[in-house]
């Protein structure tokens, strides 16, 4: 038994150091002088650990205003991909209907040429309905690149729950949005939450829409604010990695708190509830 | 009862407020300019924007900071989809793609009552042509041209010359090269962005891509010797680091200032970085080294400002970019951490250029310096095809003659 | 009149409502995407610069006949086809890995949890110069490890080497995407009723057998999906190629949605640009469908 609670945290051990080694040493970099980042042979610690680049970050660039619209273009992307997606995996997943098929298909089409490409004709639409430079725009074209893969992935999970399920919903009085309110959602809530952390980071990382759409700090977000550290002739090491340290905090924190709704514990009650 | 009165109240207010604005608004003209910074955090140009503003009230300059990586694809969309800024910041490499599709305003008009003109350097009006004859295009703000560096602490120690011209620059890179201590002579760049320094050793051997008539030759014999030349350093001699093909500034420089490479080509741009880690005492700087002293030659690129042909505001957006190229703002912004060369020749005789030995080489390099020819093919080259070429070049795939004859084909293009 | 009824519920079923669920998603993916993919196909039919917008040119046929000849096009084509594979399978094996270990029971799972997802919320900028900075031929910190362990005796560039370069963007990817695959697989795995486990214990089967006969077979609806998105999604992402290498040394690591990218933006050929596009996108398409029947036959999804 000991034996194997060893074996346990050694595997996650393992699995922490391989996901975290990159982070750790952009951390580590972040806290290095400009004079110490290129030394050979390779030097893995600072001589004089300075949290500089943080400072500069806060107090000379913008970037909690980047900081700032991303957020609240992640969070109404949530809102309204993951609402959009739901409605269109129930249909998906719990009726049979003419060009099924097809229809679903359709969804995935839209994901399977390059973003570049799509680039022009989508900022002259953007154009057209006069929501350039603003946080709209980049709501707009996330939700609906986020919708295709978040309806297969809940159409997935929703597939996998009983349809028993929610039929003896429907004959204790739930409409079909009732019951796809009180039982679906509940009972797939994991796979609903991984949807959740899939569109919000989609979002929160995505840089070519951001980039075309966006001109200021209005609505500029952090992917492409940090871009502008990387000048022509000077790379601000320091408030990349700053930045780049920075930027996944607030989604870890955000994951750690909704985590728990990945475990089953609330799926059981709503089945015996 | 009394809350609707107060909420129809409310909304009276805020249409008349929604009224009002765009009567304000227009008493000022606005101007969009873009650019790229070398370091955001640098309060240097938005302190000039403001100072425009103010000295200007009927204008309103409003900037846009685009990373460069993405700059010139931005401008592009932004042309195409006829969003395109008033005024922006631009590269000699792109003239002639823009000029050809007519995108660009011929600034001659403007330039014949400015009273800046005489002063900016004579080689220099044109970096903003595209041939002898044509309008001036681009508005010259910021040079470099490439000269070279090398570890004074090294030459000494082995006891060997400067490297002031080809013949000593080969010889002591040969010498200073040792892959077991991980020290090389020449930090080559064959990434990103290298094809400036590549063009400076192809001229400074003697090697032309486009002859004084404008004709295309760089596909002739001495073109394609001085790119073998160029291609032996990394696969005959093994002077550059293993990797050499896709080192990039951000590797190149690392690499000098790590004690890795004993010499790099760049510019001034560069300098400070380069002084303050290896030491003022240990940087010497040398004229690009030519192949026969007495033909000197290397390469200059200019970034400059340039009006937009679909821009409404041409007299207010010349007003600014002229504004940022006169003696006080010039002389501000070489200063700062985005310094480049002043193309003033009343700023580059101030003590404070002539006195720092890297901007006194960069400066006595530009009488003679040679630029990109201005031809629509050459924004491609410079941002895709050369990079790929020289690669393929260093790795073997290709011969010298091949490179050389696509790089011609692509000037060529109409 | 009660058939009648029923028969108007059984319409209502049928033809109305579901259609009515998949609304919101059509108005919103037609009235974004619509158009710029017709644009797309447009574009491919002529010779257009975005700086001459009205001197573009039909042209027919002649860019899709170009890509035929085109010996660029093939040389991306293998590096795209070795990038996806490549790519999509470590992803799924490492976040398949990933998922069982962060279902087990221990302390601080929740933080663990929230660290996993390092990876993927890192924007790809940041992804991709750390990664370029670790391989550095100079003193990157993964030759520094490499050498003092003995497993090469000189330092490598590992991404100005055309043998090494695709292979070592592929592992910043593969590294970045093996969360997305954990969390998938991690909620594919949560949502399993804990009773057959349960029974599957008391009939004193191990952890290998409950794994096949388990755990596997009650996932492997979600591990189709997740791995047909991430294919469709590998395929056309090229952000940490185009910063890390930007399809060189050569071609060495140049992909079709870079290449496509190059010929629009560099070459102000959006015509040949878009063509090329498309042709990945057919490809994809036909390749999609053909898994998607495969399994339907099967009986693995509907």
């Avoid at chain 1, 200021?216 to 601000?236: C, K, N, Q, W």
């Avoid at chain 2, 932004?78 to 305003?105: I, S």
Wanted: charged share 15%; glycine share 6%; proline share 6%.
């Amino acid at each position: 038994m000991r034996k194997n609670q060893f074996f346990k945290y050694f595997t996650i051990f393992i699995w922490l150091s391989f996901i975290l080694i990159p982070y750790i040493w952009m951390f580590i970099t972040s806290i290095k002088s400009p004079n110490e980042l290129y030394t050979f042979p390779l030097k893995y610690f600072p001589h004089k650990p300075t949290l500089e680049g943080y400072k500069l970050l806060i107090e000379t660039t913008p970037f909690l205003s980047y900081m700032k619209n991303s957020i609240i273009v992640a969070i109404f992307t949530v809102i309204i991909a993951l609402f959009v997606a739901i409605l269109a995996s129930y249909s998906f997943s719990r009726f049979d209907f003419k060009g099924k098929m097809p229809l679903s298909f359709i969804f995935l089409i839209t994901q399977m040429f390059p973003a570049i490409l799509l680039a022009i004709p989508l900022f002259l639409l953007m154009r057209n309905l006069g929501i350039l430079n603003t946080p709209l725009s980049l709501i707009l074209a996330h939700s609906t690149f986020a919708v295709p893969f978040s309806t297969w992935m809940i159409t997935g999970f929703l597939n996998s729950i009983p349809r028993e399920l929610d039929e003896a919903a429907q004959i204790d009085g739930c409409g079909k949005l009732g019951a796809l309110r009180h039982v679906i959602i509940p009972v797939a809530s994991p796979g609903i939450i991984a949807a959740t952390i899939y569109i919000f980071i989609y979002s929160w990382n995505e840089f070519l829409y951001a980039l075309t759409f966006t001109s200021d700090i209005r609505a500029r977000t952090i992917p492409v604010g940090l871009h502008t550290f990387m000048g022509e002739y000077i790379i601000r090491w320091d408030l990349l990695t700053a930045g780049g340290v920075i930027t996944g905090l607030p989604v870890i924190i955000f994951f750690m708190i909704i985590q728990k709704y990945l475990i089953k514990g609330l799926t059981e009650g709503a089945v015996k509830g | 009862m009394k809350n609707s009165k107060f909420l129809i109240f409310f909304i009276l207010v805020l249409i008349l407020a929604l009224l009002i604005s765009p009567i304000q608004g227009q008493k000022k003209t606005v101007i969009k300019y873009w650019l790229w910074l070398d370091d955001p955090t640098d309060p240097m140009f938005p302190d000039l924007v403001k100072q425009f503003n103010s000295l200007n009230p009927d204008i309103q300059v409003e900037y846009e900071l685009i990373p460069l990586a993405q700059y010139y694809d931005k401008l592009v969309t932004a042309v195409g989809a006829g969003t395109a800024p008033d005024c922006a910041r631009f590269k000699d490499w792109w003239l002639g793609a823009f000029v050809d599709a007519g995108a660009l305003e011929p600034l001659d008009n403007y330039l014949n009552n400015w009273n800046g003109y005489k002063d900016v350097i004579t080689n220099l009006w044109t970096t903003g042509k595209i041939h002898a004859k044509s309008p001036i295009y681009m508005m010259p703000h910021q040079l470099i041209t490439f000269y070279l560096y090398y570890r004074k602490d090294w030459f000494k120690e082995k006891n060997l010359p400067p490297p002031t011209d080809l013949s000593k620059f080969l010889d002591a890179a040969k010498k200073l090269t040792d892959p077991s201590k991980n020290r090389y002579g020449f930090g080559l760049r064959g990434g990103a962005g290298g094809q400036d320094q590549w063009l400076a050793f192809m001229v400074a051997q003697g090697a032309r891509l486009v002859d004084r008539t404008g004709k295309v030759i760089a596909d002739s014999p001495e073109a394609i010797l001085a790119n073998q030349w160029y291609i032996d350093l990394f696969r005959v001699h093994k002077v550059a680091p293993p990797s050499a093909p896709t080192d990039a500034y951000a590797q190149v420089l690392g690499a000098f200032q790590a004690g890795i490479t004993a010499m790099m080509a760049h510019h001034v741009g560069s300098s400070v970085l380069v002084t303050q880690r290896l030491g003022e005492e240990n940087v010497g700087v040398v004229p690009m080294p030519p192949a026969d002293p007495r033909r000197p030659a290397t390469m200059m690129t200019m970034s400059g400002n340039v009006i937009l042909s679909g821009s409404k505001n041409k007299d207010a957006a010349f007003k600014f970019i002229s504004w940022l190229t006169e003696k006080d703002q010039m002389d501000k912004w070489c200063r700062s951490r985005q310094g480049q060369l002043p193309v003033l020749k009343s700023v580059a005789s101030m003590p404070y250029y002539m006195n720092n030995i890297f901007f006194k080489v960069s400066l006595d390099q530009a009488k003679y310096a040679i630029a990109w020819p201005p031809l629509p093919g050459v924004g491609y080259i410079s941002a895709q095809l050369w990079l790929s070429l020289m690669q393929r070049a260093l790795l073997g795939e290709i011969t010298s003659k091949e490179m050389m004859v696509e790089i011609a084909n692509a000037l060529r293009k109409k | 009149m009660h058939l009648e009824r029923s028969n108007l519920i059984y319409r209502w079923e049928k033809r109305v409502f579901p259609f009515l669920l998949l609304l919101p998603a059509f108005i919103l993916i037609i009235g974004v995407v619509a158009y710029p993919i017709v644009r797309a196909l447009w574009l491919s039919f002529h010779n257009y610069n975005p700086l001459k917008p009205h001197a573009s040119e039909y042209t027919g046929f002649e860019n899709y006949l170009k890509i035929l000849r085109d010996s660029v096009f093939s040389i991306a084509l293998r590096n795209s086809i070795f990038w996806i594979i490549g790519v999509v399978l470590f992803q799924f094996l490492g976040g398949l890995l990933g998922a069982l270990i962060l279902r087990q029971n221990f302390r601080g799972r929740s933080i663990v949890r929230g660290l996993s997802l390092i990876p993927w919320v890192t924007p790809s900028i940041l992804i991709a110069i750390m990664w370029i900075w670790m391989l550095d031929g100079n003193y990157g910190i993964i030759n520094d490890i490499l050498l003092k362990l003995g497993i090469i005796s000189k330092y490598i560039p590992w991404l100005a080497q055309k043998n090494t370069a695709l292979p070592s963007v592929m592992i910043a990817d593969i590294w970045r995407g093996i969360p997305f695959f954990a969390i998938m697989l991690l909620a594919a795995m949560e949502a399993i009723p804990e009773e057959l486990y349960e029974a599957a214990k008391i009939d004193g089967a191990g952890p290998f057998k409950i794994f096949t006969h388990i755990t596997w077979p009650l996932i492997l609806p979600t591990v189709i999906i997740t791995t047909m998105l991430r294919i469709i999604w590998t395929a056309n992402h090229m952000d940490l190629i185009l910063i890390m290498t930007d399809g060189g040394p050569g071609f060495s690591s140049l992909i079709i949605p870079l290449m496509s990218y190059h010929t629009a933006y560099k070459q102000l050929n959006f015509g040949y640009g878009a063509t090329i596009a498309i042709l990945q996108g057919l490809f994809l398409i036909i390749f999609i469908s053909l898994y998607l029947r495969l399994l339907r036959k099967r009986g693995s999804i509907y």
